[in-house]
């Protein structure tokens, strides 16, 4: 018989100490210390007696058979993509959200499209009562499709139930949470149970090649143990964004050993559940104003994606002895060192003045490839005068003033041609590889040099309207 012993288990990162304290040593989250009872063999593989010696296992180089791993597609574009190409059989996906954010809809509308398809798929949820999903299948007009649906918690009569048949292609745990096993005596939700219940349910999936899906709450207050415990366990982790004002969801890949990360895919939340957004760039342009001073258009990417995304610079004389710079959807550092390069290279006053930036639409962009459209935003709003309305701007610029080039220049310059736009103000480095678009893409050196241009250009448009 294993023995007991009474660990304190950090809810929110997980961390194990033997006394219990206000505040974790391990990431800093005040009250999240819990005393948890642990039995033996918590994430150990049959335990063999110490005097037991090993198997002596066989070395092998890196050059030999290399399997590509068998995938199956939901159909689902959007998802797909995000998810390399297809669930990877026998793999273990973590998809983790804010609480009502779509994590339910996305999985049980997935399950429907692979249960279609004629995969076998098991949709297990551990929140609602089998009522409820109904309900929500129905109103998603996905009530006839094959899915086998169950409402359990036990991991041990989950995993009872699976083995009693042929091993699903499928397997959909929502929420990971609320899984708990007999193995560990602390209670459900818990670190420890959220662990030995996740280990658990990947051991199987391995085991048999289906793939597993769990799905995983994020609360900022780390009252439920975060997922974090379990994403070094999955292959993947995705997840699932977006806020409460707008319809649009993002499920983007932070973690994947089957696939690149970074990928996006995007979703619109409406009436009749989640429908995928094939164009997202239309989406986020959707409702531009063309011609107020301020809005510049950048063109970003997400992942392999090329996205259009409109950025909004507001720069007003401030009451204020230190003006207030308030930024939305971007690093309000890298704003700072964008107005202080403005300043100190292109002569460019903002010290008297309140700088708001934000990123139309509730996206957050974390590429440096946005400075030169801040740039060209803020210049526009302190001088009152609109950009043109058919021009994109793209570039990194650099404490010195210079433009740096930024990656896949081409694939922005065809989304922003696709759309409808004629003129690209980028990199002169991304210019040196023949454009294959028609647009009239502007190389660009200095920051200064820019500034005058793009000056040159609303000045003339300014004129042109009156
Ligand atoms: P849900 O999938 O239950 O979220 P999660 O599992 O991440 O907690 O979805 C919750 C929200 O989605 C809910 O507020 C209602 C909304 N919703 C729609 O707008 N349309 C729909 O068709 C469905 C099913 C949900
Ligand atoms: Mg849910």
Not at 238 to 249: I, K, P, S, T, V
Not at 378 to 405: D, K, Q
Request: proline share 4%; glycine share 12%.
């Amino acid at each position: 018989m294993a023995k007991r012993s009474t660990t304190f288990v950090c809810q929110s990162c997980g961390a194990v100490t033997a006394k219990w304290a206000g505040r974790c040593e391990s990431c800093g989250e005040w009250n999240s210390i819990v005393e948890e009872q642990t039995g033996g063999g918590i994430g150990g593989g049959p335990s063999r007696g110490s005097t037991t010696r090993g198997r002596v296992i066989e070395l092998v180089g890196l050059e030999g058979d290399a399997k590509e791993p068998l995938r199956i597609q939901s159909k689902v574009a959007e998802l797909d993509r995000v998810t390399g190409g297809g669930f990877v059989r026998g793999s273990a996906l973590l998809v983790g959200g804010d609480p009502g954010i779509g994590k339910s809809t996305l999985l049980i509308q997935a399950a429907a499209a692979l249960a279609d398809l004629g995969h076998k798929t098991v949709y297990i949820s551990g929140e609602e009562a089998i009522g409820q999903v109904r309900l929500r299948a129905e109103r998603l007009g996905l009530a006839k499709s094959p899915v086998a649906l169950a409402a359990e918690t036990s991991v041990e009569d989950i995993l009872a139930t699976l083995q009693a048949d042929k091993p699903p292609a499928l397997v959909i745990l929502d929420s990971v949470q609320t899984l708990w096993t007999d193995k560990v005596d602390s209670p459900p939700g818990t670190v420890t149970q959220v662990r030995a219940s996740a280990q658990a349910m990947v051991r199987y999936a391995k085991k048999t090649g289906s793939t597993l899906v769990l799905v995983g709450h994020v609360t900022k207050d780390g009252q439920i143990a975060g997922p974090r415990v379990v994403e070094h366990m999955v292959d993947a982790v995705l997840y699932f964004e977006g806020d409460g004002a707008h319809q649009y969801r993002i499920l983007r890949s932070v973690k994947n050993r089957f696939g690149a990360t970074d990928e996006i895919g995007v979703f619109e939340m409406t009436g009749a559940g989640l429908q995928q957004v094939a164009n997202p760039s239309a989406l986020f342009l959707g409702e531009r104003s063309t011609n107020s001073p301020g809005a510049a258009v950048f063109a970003g990417l997400e992942g392999s994606r090329p996205l259009l995304i409109e950025i909004q610079a507001l720069v007003a004389p401030s009451p204020l002895g230190t003006p207030r710079r308030a930024v939305i959807g971007w690093d309000s550092a890298r704003l700072s060192m964008i107005l202080a390069v403005l300043e100190a290279r292109c002569g460019i006053r903002f010290s008297q003045h309140d700088v708001y930036l934000n990123v139309a639409g509730g996206l957050r962009i974390n590429e440096p490839g946005a400075d030169l459209a801040v740039a060209a935003a803020l210049v526009s709003s302190l001088s009152g005068l609109a950009l043109p309305a058919n021009c994109v701007y793209f570039g990194e610029v650099s404490l010195s003033g210079a433009i740096r080039p930024v990656a896949q220049a081409q694939s922005r310059l065809k989304e922003a041609e696709k759309l409808g736009f004629d003129k690209a103000f980028c990199p002169q480095g991304n210019l040196k590889d023949k454009a294959l678009t028609d647009l009239t893409a502007n190389g660009l050196e200095e920051l200064g040099d820019f500034i005058a241009k793009i000056s040159a250009q609303a000045g003339r448009t300014e004129s042109d309207g009156s």
